[in-house]
């Protein structure tokens, strides 16, 4: 199969339009073609395309930034002789001065199908700047590797972040050229947008629902983002960034993993099975230990749970992570009460309302709470 970079260096009669006008690149590390040349050094070796600049989003063009909210400074490519611009440091919006340097902006980024990932922000926020100043936006598509399916809530009205762009639900099924469409539509936009399609995606087919696996390498999009494993569990187990959970920052299984210090994975499996075993189907759960080397927790042993999303147990259809991750939640806090012989009160407020755009626990925890129904 061939991504859009892909297909707008191997064509020519797709380029033909960028004749004669400056070119910027919004891009990471996993903007790559297939035989993994950076998107930037691909533009720059067609001959026809003139970059003038560039644009980094999150963890930079360059994702050199391992931890999670560090920001990334403006520099000049050594290579290309270009303005990189940091749209996550000093500013999280094109400036005028950045825009000034293009007529038509390229967006080639990996993302990984979840509302909270912060590329989306970034496209919606380079989108509006567009239609301000008369720039054409290109998105160059690349695969939702979680594929298609819809899951967890939508974001209320007022919720809005950098963690949530708009009213989509936590697993959006979309590509980011669909995104960059249902931005551009909602919002009204009046600029040039382009999709440059992708060829031959299956996103239904196994191994991979989603993702091409076998076919393509997985580049990391972010630095704590290193398989489709991780891709899988990351709408749910984000979630856990606002609780003293560690969702396995600092460890080899970022995002796959979650734990603490106090806990016990096994009682809380078995908690989990107790209240809400549907919510597990697709997928299966392992305990495990882990000293994270940074983030929270650091440098202590702690107990967890891995979601194995990878092998034969593995039901595209059937697994829900938002589910599974919010049922670790509820059930750790149901043992802690427990423990404390305290009432249970499920409308007791999780620490993750901007990501999950709710304000409450009982919004999350649905049939699966004391208080709802089953």
């Known amino acids: 199969m061939k991504f859009g970079i892909d297909r707008l260096v191997a064509e020519p009669a797709l380029r033909a339009p960028l004749a004669g006008r400056r070119v910027a690149l919004l891009a990471h590390p996993a903007s790559v073609t297939q035989d993994l040349t ?62 000034d340097t293009c007529d038509v902006i390229l967006v080639d980024l990996q993302d990984l199908g ?50 949530g762009a708009g009213p989509l639900p936590m697993r959006h099924g979309l590509t980011l050229g669909e995104l960059g469409l249902w931005f551009v539509r909602t919002l ?104 994270p080397t940074f983030h929270k927790h650091v440098g202590k042993l702690c107990n967890g749970v891995q979601i194995h999303t990878e092998g034969p147990p593995y039901d595209h259809e059937a697994f829900n992570t938002p589910l599974v991750s919010g049922l670790s939640a509820v059930a750790r806090f149901r043992l802690r009460v427990r423990a404390r012989q305290t009432r249970h009160r499920c409308h007791q407020r999780l620490t993750v309302a901007a990501g999950m755009g709710r304000r409450c626990a009982r919004d999350a925890a649905g049939p699966g709470c004391a208080r709802h129904p089953r």
């Open 38 to 99: 950076h998107a930037l050094d691909a533009l720059a070796g067609c001959g026809d395309i003139n970059v003038a600049a560039a644009f980094g989003p999150q963890h930079g063009l360059r994702g050199d930034k391992q931890d999670n909210m560090i920001e990334s400074p403006d520099f000049d490519d050594p290579v290309h002789g270009i303005p990189v611009f940091s749209l996550y440091g000093d500013v999280r919006k094109p400036t005028d001065a950045m825009l």
């Open 114 to 163: 979840c509302r909270i990932y912060t590329f989306i922000t970034t496209l919606r926020y380079i989108l509006e700047a567009a239609s301000k100043h008369g720039k054409a936006v290109w998105v160059l598509d690349r695969p939702n590797p979680i594929g298609r399916p819809v899951e967890g809530l939508t974001l209320r009205a007022g919720w809005q972040s950098f963690v």
């Open 188 to 291: 009204k936009l009046d600029l040039e947008y382009r999709i440059i399609a992708m060829q031959g995606w299956q996103p239904d087919a196994a191994p991979g629902f989603g993702w091409p696996l076998g076919e393509r390498a997985w580049i990391n999009p972010s630095p704590n983002a290193p398989n489709l494993w991780m891709a899988r569990a990351y709408a749910g187990t984000v979630m856990l960034e606002g609780t003293t959970l560690s969702e396995g920052r600092g460890t080899t299984r970022p995002l796959e993993v979650f734990g603490a210090p106090d806990i016990d994975a096994r009682r809380v499996m078995k908690e989990m099975h107790a209240l809400a075993p549907r919510w597990l189907r697709g997928c299966r759960l392992r305990d495990c230990w882990f000293e």
